[in-house]
């Protein structure tokens, strides 16, 4: 196989089955827990998600096997994505080692946010329901959410951050060209939304709050809430990328070194990085955050809320705090204040070296690897491309097999380039 | 095969409610009981457990456990204390000798491997002869943990079948039983959390368990002080076993 090629097209890459961390962790994953003892957002949990998807969430089983019809939505959507050498960006940096790219900018919705909603959405439409709800900042997670929905033939309805809504219109257009509702957040659909609006009548709204809206939407509605980050079930469903890479490293005979991934919520780069922690336990694994949004450099390992609203509950985590007011940043998935459970336990155990990249860095390496790969990537990859960058840099004479993985591409985020 | 193990928290609803319940144990069904210290924070309990601890916590002292103990023993019942770390840690290592001597058989606790993981193999190491530690594993312990911490132990297992207790996530009883019990082999395993029937007392003994725990399902009986459901329960699953076996 010539080790230059693009894609690896072959529908053998996909895996038949999910990888799961959990029992594979070195200390037992912290459950999630109740915000007081008069409320359980656990039972909550119960009414709002499938079924198969909560089974998935507190499962010790390693592998759980892809439905058929989620492995062929997958080959339709693009899986597997391509995995390259990044030679142009090699020859710039003048490194001996190589560097590979796996590129989740390649599935249709440009993100690898759809990795797990399109199985999200299957389980929601064989429980009968007529269809999901779930909250979007910047687009993408809707924009997956609308795609999955529309191949399931359920409804997906959409509460979108109002600032977002206003300043996002494309995203928006693309959601509802795949036929989803689109609400802006706080709205008056929902008690929560209405009682934001009375304090404030021009809330520009946040996830917090969306999410808030969502979950009710889902209960009050007979609906399924879909997750887009941080649940376990969520990270097992990514891990179709590692695996991939597992896959396409071996028939390029090649083994990783360094494993480089970003974290917003966390689900690209466990998804990414799990599978191959587990094939090789020796490759150093770093997580790339914002230097805005230093969770794992100054926040704390503790329980907190996955939501600022605490509709959800709470789990074990690095965090700045579910209040945690980040500045309005280039790189919008990459805002949230914490991070999956099963990543912030492998930070706090040393196997996951942190990384906070500043914003001109991103920029730079965004237009080093745009004009070295061709590729304009998302400002939330640019981090690991940034990372890459300087272990590169800081260890020029080794000659190591950098993984990276790239998981979107950044083509309606271009306005990052006029700062 | 007596197939039960209660949890009670101590002194829920009261002291002497909770001593009727236990003079009306059926010693043909009970093999252990599960008392519960009362603590501030029982963080991986479930509502209603979490709710039991406040109403006790009031008027609770540590030589309540004495009574209860004694009181089982008349009964030739052993008792093990389901103990948050934290309040162990309070109150110093003589407390582990304190409460051997007061005739607890061992100890569970469910946050020691999750929130003091460090301190796990250290704990276990400090009990005194006569007072058992009791791995308490669930479907989120790690394969290596597992190993580590049955290696160290001799006794029963504590396998909880759900995250935390009272709450209803789906799994397949089938596969989670399976999974504890190749790899513990011999052990006698105790399974608990989230069982709310007496079809599922039977269900997962017929998948070869040696116990289950019981704790949610009771505390509407002891809240109400319905004594008679709680006789009615245990003869429910005395005439269960016989079918069983």
Not at chain 1, 151 to 158: P, W, Y
Not at chain 2, 21 to 29: E, K, N, P, Q, Y
Request: net charge negative; charged share 25%.
């Amino acid at each position: 196989m010539h080790e230059y090629m693009l894609s690896l097209q072959e529908r053998e890459i996909i895996p038949d089955n999910w990888y799961n961390i959990v029992p594979d962790l070195p200390q037992p994953l912290p459950p999630p827990v109740d915000k007081d003892n008069e409320h359980s957002s656990i039972e909550l949990l119960n009414r709002i998600l499938p079924r198969e998807i909560l089974k998935q969430e507190f499962t010790f089983q390693r592998y759980t096997k892809i439905p058929e019809e989620v492995q062929e939505l997958y080959a339709q959507i693009g899986r597997p994505t391509p995995l390259f050498r990044a030679s142009g960006l090699e020859r710039f940096l003048d490194y001996r080692g190589k560097i590979f790219i796996k590129y989740e900018g390649a599935t249709i919705t440009g993100s690898h946010k759809i990795n797990t909603a399109i199985p999200q959405a299957i389980y929601a439409r064989n429980e009968g329901v007529k269809g999901v709800v779930t909250e979007t900042g910047a687009g993408q997670w809707g924009t997956a959410t609308a795609v999955a929905s529309s191949f399931s033939g359920i409804k997906a309805k959409i509460f979108m951050v109002k600032v977002s809504f206003q300043q996002k219109p494309l995203r928006k257009q693309i959601m509802e060209l795949y036929g989803a509702e689109i609400v802006p957040s706080p709205s008056t659909e929902t008690k929560f939304g209405r009682s934001v609006i009375e304090k404030r009548h021009d809330h520009p709204g946040t996830l917090g709050i969306a999410i808030s809206e969502a979950v009710e939407y889902a209960l009050e509605h007979d609906m399924r809430y879909m997750l887009g980050s941080v649940f376990n079930s969520v990270l097992t469903h990514q891990s179709v990328i590692g695996l991939e890479t597992e896959k396409q490293l071996e028939i390029l005979g090649e083994e990783p070194d360094v494993l480089i991934g970003c974290v917003g919520g966390g689900s690209n780069f466990g998804g990414f990085t799990f599978p191959l922690i587990k094939k090789f336990p020796e490759a150093e694994v770093l997580a790339s955050t914002a230097e805005e949004v230093p969770k794992f450099t100054h926040g704390d390992y503790k329980y907190d809320f996955v939501d600022s609203a605490q509709t959800l509950p709470s789990v074990k985590m690095y965090s700045l705090g579910s209040d945690f007011v980040p500045e309005k940043i280039y790189a919008g998935g990459l805002r949230y204040h914490g991070a999956a459970p099963s990543v912030s336990m492998l930070v706090k155990t040393g196997k996951i070296t942190p990384s906070d990249v500043s914003e001109e860095t991103v920029i730079d390496a965004l237009r080093i690897f745009a004009r070295t790969q061709g590729i304009v990537a998302a400002p939330e990859s640019g981090h690991a491309l940034a990372t890459a960058i300087e272990y590169v840099v800081s260890h020029r004479n080794d000659r190591k097999n950098i993984v990276v993985n790239v998981s979107g591409h950044g083509l309606l985020d271009m306005s990052i380039f006029d700062r | 095969m007596k197939p039960l193990v209660l949890y009670f928290t101590a002194n829920y609803p009261s002291r002497e409610i909770l001593s009727e319940f236990i003079a009306r144990l059926d010693t043909s069904v009970v093999k252990y009981v599960e008392l519960g210290m009362p603590t501030d924070n029982p963080l991986y309990d479930g509502p209603t457990i979490k709710g039991t601890h406040g109403t006790s916590l009031a008027d609770f002292r540590d030589s309540d456990l004495k009574i209860y103990s004694d009181l089982l023993r008349e009964h030739d019942i052993r008792t093990y204390l389901l103990v948050y770390y934290h309040e162990l840690r309070k109150r110093g290592p003589g407390f582990l000798h304190y409460l051997r001597d007061i005739g607890i058989s061992g100890l569970i606790i469910p946050d020691l491997f999750i929130d003091y993981f460090d301190s796990g193999t250290e704990v276990i190491k400090s009990f005194p002869e006569g007072l058992e530690f009791i791995p308490f594993f669930n479907p989120a312990t790690p394969d290596s943990v597992i190993r580590t911490v049955a290696e160290m132990t001799s006794s029963w297992v504590y396998y909880g079948l759900q995250p935390s207790t009272g709450i209803n996530v789906p799994f397949d009883l089938r596969e989670v039983s399976k999974r504890i019990l190749e790899m513990v082999p011999g052990r006698e395993v105790n399974f608990g959390f989230g069982i709310r029937t007496v079809d599922q007392v039977r269900e997962i003994m017929e998948l070869g368990s040696n116990g289950v725990a019981i704790g949610t399902m009771l505390i509407p009986m002891l809240k109400g002080n319905r004594i008679d459901d709680f006789v009615e329960f245990q003869e429910k699953v005395r005439e269960m076993m016989k079918v069983v076996g």
